[in-house]
């Protein structure tokens, strides 16, 4: 594991190296990803400009949802959203080059083209939870307090095992980037709000086929102090680490069962 890190930070910082040539370029791209992702928050602000609730929950507490959600993708995004190209890899038959290599092809994909500009998505994410946490009406016990950080990391950990099992599916579907994009993307997009808003099924959808309600929806809930919707006993609003160890091992068993089956472009 200690290689496979440093393998990985080497890899990163040689293309973050390549990027810093073009320092203006660089700026230019971060405070644009940062503008596209701020267009999310101007979604929610309109919507409270007319309404001072939402499925229940007041504009800071939205906010909440809306930082730890965006934060734990931001960087799930930055460490592991290149792997969705292994479709291109395939395609290409470039990925024998990444097989032949003296690192391993995660490795490879999850640095490829590792771009600073994906952190602009931090800045409006980060500044959105650090006033939520401010203006939140809650008793801050140890435990709500421990749960913040701890939902971050669980967070996190659920998107990068989502990248890498929703990136799997493209030995098989060699098209199938824009079916990946709509888990990773769009479950970041609707954990950005609370749950209930897209009903029960939904909800239930989202806890127990693709389990983004563990991202921060649960552990949120012992936080602002509310009800589960769906009255889930209260183990599960700390599950999320449980469900992240369940999902990367789905995803390594996945990742290693294409790797067996890949059979190159014949060419």
């Known amino acids: 594991m200690v290689d496979a890190v ?21 700026v230019m791209l971060i405070v644009a990803q940062a503008v ?10 309109i919507i409270f400009a007319h309404t001072s609730r939402l499925g229940g929950f007041s504009l800071p507490e939205v906010m909440f949802l809306y930082g ?37 092809p995660l490795l490879q994909l999850a640095t ?35 749960t913040v950080p701890l939902m971050l990391v669980g967070g996190y950990w659920i998107y990068a095992a989502l990248w890498v099992l929703t990136a799997t599916w493209q030995f098989a579907i060699v098209d199938g980037k824009q079916a990946t994009n ?38 949120s809930l012992y936080v602002l102090g509310r009800p589960d919707p769906l009255g889930l006993p209260v183990f599960f609003r ?10 990367s091992a789905l995803a390594a068993v996945t990742w290693r069962t294409g790797l067996r089956r890949y059979q190159s472009t014949g060419s």
């Open 6 to 26: 440093r393998t990985y930070l080497l890899l990163a910082g040689t293309w973050l190296r390549a990027a810093a040539q073009y320092p203006a370029s660089m």
């Open 36 to 45: 596209v992702t701020s267009l999310d928050l101007a979604a929610i602000l």
């Open 68 to 104: 730890t959600a965006g934060v734990s993708f931001a960087i799930a995004d930055l460490t592991f959203g290149s792997t969705e190209r292994l479709g291109e890899h395939v395609r290409q038959g470039t990925l024998d080059t990444l097989l032949v290599r003296p690192v391993g």
């Open 112 to 146: 490829e083209d590792f771009s600073p500009r994906r952190l602009g998505k931090l800045v409006p994410t980060g500044t959105v939870l650090f006033l939520a946490l401010d203006r939140l009406d809650v008793a801050w016990t140890p435990g709500r307090v421990a």
């Open 182 to 219: 709509s888990i990773t993307y769009g479950g970041a997009y609707l954990a950005q709000y609370p749950l209930s808003i897209f009903g029960r099924d939904v909800l239930r959808g989202l806890t127990w086929v693709i389990p983004l309600a563990f991202v921060n929806w649960e552990p």
């Open 238 to 247: 700390f599950a999320s680490p449980l469900v992240a160890a369940v999902l």
